[in-house]
């Protein structure tokens, strides 16, 4: 199996950093292979603007997916966008590391979707879903959260379950034609000099998160996707049928 780790955070000494480390140690160690696209490292463009198509087809109004379309049909793609739909293309899994910044993804990595799944290219009216690009490959997200795991309930301070705060991009992800495995979350992890814990616990805590992610790793294989409908549970207007 061939893993690509999209990994979000501009530091690498970060838990985040730690995290992408751990998987790509776990998957080598299980015989797989691993590329990471570290978004902030290679200074990725996360804003989509008329200056990445230098073939417009339309010149006097920057309409993002028709030049998308057009960008994706004569191979005159951002070179940045080029390179990231091949590491997409050659995945086998697809990993999304990231903190959970205001409940939700980084906005860089909001901008990675919005630049790299190209319309028109990557999907169409009839490329989605269960029927979609990326069909075949799996995808999942690793988040960290300063909160204690115990808050992420529906009416808990975390702001909700995680399946809950995720549901857009996970959504997004199935959209696009993955096979969508539940979120992993890596909680209470924080600055050592705001944590709760005492130092050695803290430290303790740390190792345990990264053991546990390495385990979950392993068995990344045998997890339970996600249950999202098809086209063939909606009607022609795009209601689900019923029973």
Not at 131 to 138: A, E, I, L, M, W
Not at 184 to 205: G, W
Request: glycine residues 8%; aromatic residues 12%.
């Amino acid at each position: 199996m061939h893993v690509l780790i999209v990994h979000c955070h501009p530091e690498q000494q970060s838990f985040n950093g730690s995290l992408t480390r751990r998987a790509v140690k776990t998957l080598k160690a299980t015989g797989h292979s691993v590329e990471i696209s570290d978004l902030y490292a290679e200074d990725f463009d996360p804003v989509e603007r008329d200056q990445h198509y230098k073939n417009r087809i339309e010149t006097k109004r920057f309409d993002i997916l028709s030049e998308q379309r057009h960008a994706y049909k004569t191979g005159t793609l951002p070179k940045d966008v080029q390179r990231e739909i091949q590491r997409l293309e050659k995945c086998d899994l697809l990993i999304l590391q990231f903190p959970l910044w205001w409940h939700q993804q980084p906005a860089i990595l909001k901008g990675w979707f919005d630049r790299v799944f190209v319309g028109g290219g990557l999907y169409t009216s009839k490329m989605r879903y269960d029927k979609g690009y990326f069909k075949g490959k799996s995808a999942i997200c690793s988040v960290t959260s300063g909160a204690p795991k115990s808050t992420f309930t529906a009416s808990g301070r975390g702001g909700g379950e995680i399946e809950a705060l995720l549901k857009s991009i996970n959504f997004s992800l199935h959209y696009m034609g993955f096979t969508v495995l539940p979120p992993y979350l890596s909680a209470e992890i924080q600055n050592k000099d705001f944590t709760y814990m005492s130092p050695e616990k803290f430290e303790l805590h740390l190792t345990e998160s990264m053991a546990k992610w390495g385990k979950h790793l392993e068995n990344i294989q045998n997890i339970k996707p996600l249950n999202f409908p098809g086209w063939n549970d909606w009607d022609e207007n795009g209601v689900e049928k019923k029973a």
